[in-house]
């Protein structure tokens, strides 16, 4: 009796069965995964900063102050949040000074924009619904952003991750290793509870990967789209962690050998979608 995966004893003829047994257990490390990184996010406090706050070091601190100036003044200027006399301290050594439009020196967070930008969007139409102001109530903002942007990658990875397994001749236990390793055996979710581009950029290299593994195995199928949404999350991986250019010139090479056309029609129009110049 031919067997469908290598080691796993799972005959081709229940295949259908034994890849609903493996997304059963997938589920479940997942959301076993994914559990005590809401808990954590939802109650994240520094209880060794003055005042209650949710922030825990220079550099997360420079983020909110981006994604806070951005809302309350719609503007990339930070002097008006990191003030004297806050009931927390907003302060960071992680920013930079520089003559505005009006002629005058302003403080800026040295982060690059792109995650302060989407994370400004998610705290607009969150204080839009609650009327939550950030640099007054930073708990429950920060507690429900961070919430909703860790639980939400970490989950895309890890579906991800399976649904790139699952077709391998690998056996179960591989699997279930693999998987829960990512949940579990990274720095990804100790990360989770500040605003920090690691968990994005893992996220999003493994949308590029996903991709890469689809193009490779199913030639032909849907190239244009796959093409174009690979060279979109290949430079935002780039643009997160600049070390990721090794992984944007090998999805490149794949584009190139595996479907030349999407190259030219899908890879480069997705990769010009992203700005270059948000190297995180």
């Avoid at 990658?153 to 699952?166: D, G, R, T, V």
């Avoid at 643009?239 to 090479?253: I, K, R, W």
């Amino acid at each position: 009796m031919a067997s469908n995966e290598a080691g796993s004893g799972c005959p081709a003829e229940f295949a259908t069965i034994c890849s609903r047994r493996h997304w059963a257990i997938y589920w479940l490390l997942i959301v076993l995964a994914l559990t005590p990184v809401a808990w954590r996010t939802a109650n994240v406090t520094n209880h060794g900063a003055t005042g209650e706050s949710p922030m825990f070091s220079a550099n997360d601190r420079s983020r909110w102050c981006q994604v806070a100036s951005l809302v309350e003044h719609g503007e990339w200027e930070i002097d008006k949040v990191i003030r004297p006399g806050s009931a927390i301290e907003w302060d960071t050594i992680d920013k930079v000074v520089h003559r505005g439009r009006d002629g005058l020196i302003h403080s800026y967070s040295s982060k690059p924009p792109l995650l302060a930008t989407i994370v400004a969007g998610e705290y607009w139409l969150l204080a839009s619904q609650t009327g939550w102001v950030l640099t007054e109530s930073p708990l429950p903002v920060v507690r429900a952003l961070l919430t909703i942007n860790s639980v939400i990658c970490l989950a895309i990875l890890m579906i991800l991750l399976a649904s790139f397994l699952e077709p391998m001749f690998v056996s179960d236990w591989t699997r279930y290793f693999v998987l829960a390793a990512a949940g579990w055996g990274t720095f990804l979710t100790t990360f989770a509870i500040t605003l920090n581009n690691h968990l994005p950029a893992a996220t999003t290299a493994m949308a590029t990967i996903w991709l890469a593994d689809r193009i490779v195995r199913q030639p032909g199928q849907r190239v244009w789209s796959r093409c174009f949404w690979m060279g979109i999350w290949a430079a935002m991986t780039v643009a997160f962690e600049l070390p990721a250019v090794s992984l944007f010139g090998v999805v490149a090479l794949v584009a190139l050998v595996r479907a030349p056309k999407g190259l030219l029609a899908g890879f480069l129009p997705g990769l010009s979608w992203s700005e270059p110049s948000q190297l995180d």
